[in-house]
């Protein structure tokens, strides 16, 4: 906006470099430029300021495809001045003197005659394609139709305007109509997703019957294992009683052994006893006898020798006595 300094016959305006200032003065372009700073009289002058730099305005477009479906286009377009004398022929871009605003709304009556001709180019590239065929194809192709058509336009040039640039942000059926496309893209999905889920509940299941099996080899390695100890363990018990019994016999044979020598040679002694005193006289022997006897006793108190024993004692050592050889 420029900016206007009004003193008592004069005035000064000075614009900003973006800025492109046209001064008439009765009906005759004076001074025309960019950022010009100059006096004026304002009973007699007459000035416009239009703006150089690139201007952008939104794109929003509701039109129907070939098969009668609402779709949406979204973006933006950008424009500049390309001959700001044309334009300010064409389009009323006068300011206040003493304001140094716009006295209209020029940029509004612009973007409408852009956006005018923008829905004309959406709505008849719409119209010639299904609501699939367009959505495969994507923003770029109408970016490109839109693109050639305002640069071929001639309302553009006669006006002396220029399109820079259209970016286009989305290209969308109506909200029932996008879910009714997405519903079998999801179920595609959902399906690889069951598929998935399957397979991975598969793999679990093949897994914990691997690690059954693991487990059951285990446990029958060890059951095996354990009744090879077994048979190891009754083997080497078998041989350990084998051994023992073996050693029993021969320490019973040895006992047997040992037992019958020594009754051997107690029944050899005794029978050497028996045969020294079978050649004994009785009256010895009753002797020995009554010895034996006395040792065996530890204290006689009585001693009763009838005349009865006494004379068989007598008799007997007279018997031995006479039948002994005489020296």
Known sequence: MAHVR????????????????????????????RGLVFWFRPETASIAELPMDDREMALFVKGRSQDFQTVAVQGTLTWRVADPELLAARVDFTIGLRSGSWTAEPIQR??????????????QYLAQAPVQ???????????????????????????????????????????????????????????????????????????????????????????????QLIAEEAANARTRAAGLAEAQQVEAAAEAERIRTVEGAKA???????????????????????????????????????PDLLSSLLGEFRREASALPAR
């Open 110 to 123: 612009i973007e409408t005659r852009l956006a005018g001709l923008v829905n004309q180019a959406v709505l």
């Open 133 to 227: 065929a367009l959505l495969d194809r994507g923003p770029d192709p109408l970016r490109g139709a839109l693109q050639a058509a305002l640069a071929h336009d001639p309302a553009l040039g006669e006006i002396g305007l220029e399109v820079v640039a259209i970016r286009l942000t989305n290209l969308a059926p109506s909200a029932e109509l996008e879910r009714a496309l997405q519903t079998p893209t999801f179920e595609a999905l959902q399906q690889k997703a069951d598929q998935a889920t399957f397979e991975r509940r598969a793999l679990a299941v093949e897994k914990e019957r691997a690690i059954a099996e693991n487990e059951l080899a285990n446990r029958t390695e060890l059951a095996r294992r354990e009744q």
């Open 268 to 306: 050899e002694a005794e029978q050497a006893h028996i045969a020294i005193y079978r050649d004994l006289p009785p009256a010895v022997l009753l002797g020995l006898a009554a010895r034996d006897l006395a040792g065996k006793l530890d204290t006689i108190e009585h001693l009763n020798v009838t």
């Open 6 to 33: 009004n003193f008592s016959f004069a005035a000064q305006l000075r614009a900003d470099a973006s800025s492109h200032v046209i001064r008439y003065r009765k009906g005759r372009v004076r001074q025309s430029g």
